[in-house]
């Protein structure tokens, strides 16, 4: 079993490093895919790659973002994977607390999909406090040790199994997977992860002036995009975080507007006694009678019919541009 990592960064160099320096430990093959940063971020990664074979500098593009850049880099690279692999989605601010090796290691071919338990940690009013008596010393400690303050109020789909029938192209967005994968049959256990959004000042503001064009474009960050951003953070405790109301003109662009109070939090106090809320995560996919007649199809069968369903893809996309 190999797993390979899908990652799309866009000015993240001030953590990037410690994400990829976690991951290498359980991931085989980490593909990077720039999309336009200019804070060194693509330099980084290029000079880790130097250090770390795992890590695989795919391209730098600056393109508008969407979740299906990673269809770009999956048919890139399928062919590295074979049918006991598995592909994450692996943000750029996202350190696991289980070890994925391990934990996907354990489970049974039924399944093809994980779905993670996500810690948000917030910049709250107890970090500004910190920050704004001494800078410096702030942003120098680790982003892991900075941070204290947390919610469990969000889970997503994270990992998925290979398959050669997969067809999944960059005019196919579905939210960062491919097709069918977010009503396939999912492990019934979530795997634990630490998210870390917003970690600076500095770095709250270039996020929120980064992912503007997405935003006002409706392609990605719907949540980024809410009204009373830290308040809904803050006081949403009785089911999953709701974006009906996003729009662009709640992006905000000052870091103060995503300032948390720490006492609506939980704290890390780093003895592994995490809170988790299940009701404030969605919950997993119906399995659909579709996933269990595809289960009935061998292996053998389905590899060959997905490579003929991406040709007939490919010709239809060719005869469109010509």
Not at 26 to 45: A, P
Not at 50 to 56: G, K, P
Not at 196 to 221: D, K, V, W
Not at 235 to 264: H, I, M, Q, Y
Request: with cysteine; glycine share 4%.
């Amino acid at each position: 079993m190999k797993i390979h990592g899908l990652c799309v960064v866009k000015n993240e160099a001030d953590v990037l490093q410690e994400t990829l320096i976690s991951a290498v430990h359980w991931c085989d093959h980490i593909y990077v895919f720039d999309n336009g940063s200019n804070d060194g971020t693509w330099e980084l990664v290029r000079e880790l790659a130097n250090q770390h074979a795992e890590i695989v500098p795919y391209k730098q593009d600056d393109v508008l973002f969407s979740s299906a850049l990673r269809a770009d880099i999956f048919d890139a690279f399928r062919s590295n994977a074979g049918p006991l692999d598995w592909w994450c989605r692996l943000d750029a601010d996202e350190f696991y607390i289980d070890d994925p090796r391990i934990f996907l290691a354990k489970i049974p071919n039924r399944f093809q999909t994980v779905w993670s338990a996500s810690l948000n940690y917030y910049f709250t009013d107890r970090d500004a406090i910190l920050y704004r008596q001494d800078p410096v010393k702030f942003l120098e400690t680790p982003v892991r040790q900075r941070l204290r303050y947390y919610l469990n109020n969000w889970g997503e789909l994270r990992f998925f199994r290979h398959s050669g029938d997969i067809v999944w192209t960059r005019t196919e967005d579905y939210g960062g997977f491919p097709p069918g994968m977010f009503v396939a049959p999912a492990y019934p256990v979530r795997i634990w992860l630490k998210h870390y959004q917003y970690r600076s000042p500095e770095q709250i503001e270039r996020r929120l002036h980064t992912r503007r064009p997405a935003m006002e474009a409706s392609t990605g960050f719907v949540h980024e995009v809410t009204p009373n951003w830290g308040a809904a953070i803050a006081t949403k405790r009785d089911a999953p975080l709701d974006f009906e109301n996003a729009r662009p003109e709640f992006a905000g662009a000052c870091w103060e507007e995503r300032v948390v109070s720490a006492a609506s939090l939980d704290y890390d106090a780093f003895d592994r006694r995490y809170v988790v809320h299940e009701s404030l995560m969605p919950e997993f996919p119906v399995r659909l009678r579709r996933s269990r007649l595809r289960e009935m199809i061998p292996h053998s069968i389905r590899t060959p019919l997905g490579r003929i369903r991406r040709l007939l893809v490919e010709q239809l996309q060719q005869s469109g541009r010509s």
